[in-house]
């Protein structure tokens, strides 16, 4: 389910920098990994990031946002919203593999249990989390994995006891196949960390410098969330064509298979852990969100329609801090790049009337 919630997440950050939502390199990054599936995240967009065959101002009346004021309170950063974030980041450096396992240590597992050189029900398992020494499993199981290394497959020999709640193993001498996938280990935050982990992917240097600017990406976030709902609540629209908002639950749904196929998964696999009914209910699940990204886009579209905005590649150079879009380009599209760099740049415009109080 971990697994799952993870590469659910990479979709929803990979339409977040559609919306103009959140950090567009932390979204990119979170699906340049796809690589065998090839999703369409420019369906339904011209190449300058415009709704394709589409007049913004045939379905929507921009609201007034001359003098839009922003309550402080909407917002306003906690230390544990910067914490979260930093979490977030560590928890993908957390697969320590070159020590030895120790008591106390969490490690992540795959074992196959035999019992009398068959296989049994249960006695399976991929990327399983186990601490040493929790006796979570069968005594004398966890021992066993002390002093080994990660990537090192051990013969694991248990004996279950006689009232085990499996009746057909009960009493009876086992074998695990058990190998140790890594040690599960949260890195300590420090300054030497964040320069030779961090620098390059991120632009840190330093913890301070990390935190604030967490801090203000997360402001910039909040305060691009506050502006997009109150521009849909305020605006006025007319019925949106089913077609516009399908583009975008295709894109979810074609980038889910893709995140799922490169983890070796399926969307049957997905859909039974959520319980889900079948790709249908997914794609309804999806749609109210969808509708909003619809709604952002007219509204987006209008406006820069009306204030003669259009995206150049030194506003794309720009929105990616310098660095080389090309490979962005290349997985998601020259008009999804373009759709999140308009979004950007009528937010700007938008922002030139907005206060916070």
Request: charged share 30%; hydrophobic share 35%.
């Amino acid at each position: 389910m971990k697994k799952f919630a993870t590469i659910a997440l990479a979709v929803v950050l990979s339409m977040g920098i559609l919306t103009g939502c959140g950090s567009s390199k932390k979204a990119a990054e979170a699906t340049t990994e796809v690589k065998e599936e090839t999703v369409d995240y420019g369906q339904g967009l011209n190449e300058d990031g415009t709704l394709e065959g589409v007049k913004a101002t045939d379905y929507v009346t921009v609201c007034d946002y001359s003098a839009l004021k922003i309550p402080k309170k909407e917002v306003k950063i906690s230390d544990s919203d910067v914490q979260t974030e930093i979490d977030t980041i560590l928890s993908s450096y957390n697969q320590v593999t070159d020590r030895k396992v120790k008591k106390g240590d969490t490690v992540n597992i795959d074992y196959k249990g035999m019992v009398d050189g068959k296989e049994f029900d249960g006695g399976t398992a991929s990327g399983a989390s186990l601490k040493i020494g929790s006796g979570t499993f069968i005594d004398g199981f966890e021992d066993q994995l002390i002093g080994k290394m990660p990537g090192e497959t051990v013969q694991v020999k248990v004996t279950f006891p006689k009232d085990y709640q499996g009746k057909e193993v009960a009493g009876k001498d086992a074998v695990f196949e058990t190998t140790i996938n890594y040690i599960d280990e949260t890195p300590k935050l420090t300054d030497k960390f964040v320069k030779e982990k961090l620098s390059d992917r991120y632009g840190y240097t330093t913890v301070k410098e990390m935190k604030k600017t967490i801090r203000d990406e997360i402001f910039k976030t909040n305060k691009t969330d506050y502006i997009w709902n109150h521009m849909i609540e305020k605006s006025k629209f007319k019925e949106i064509p089913d077609e516009l908002i399908n583009d975008r639950v295709d894109v979810l749904v074609n980038g889910l298979k893709a995140q799922l196929k490169a983890s070796n998964y399926t969307l049957k696999d997905y859909l039974s852990a959520y319980g889900i009914e079948d790709e249908t209910t997914l794609r309804d699940q999806y749609k109210s969100s969808c509708e909003s990204t619809v709604k952002v886009f007219l509204i987006a579209d209008a406006i820069a329609a009306d204030k003669k905005i259009s995206v150049t590649d030194e506003d794309v150079k720009a929105y990616f801090n310098g660095e080389d879009t090309a490979q962005y380009e290349k997985q998601y599209s020259k008009a999804y790049i373009n759709r999140i760099v308009l979004n950007n740049l009528v937010i700007q415009e938008i922002e030139k009337n907005v206060t916070v109080k």
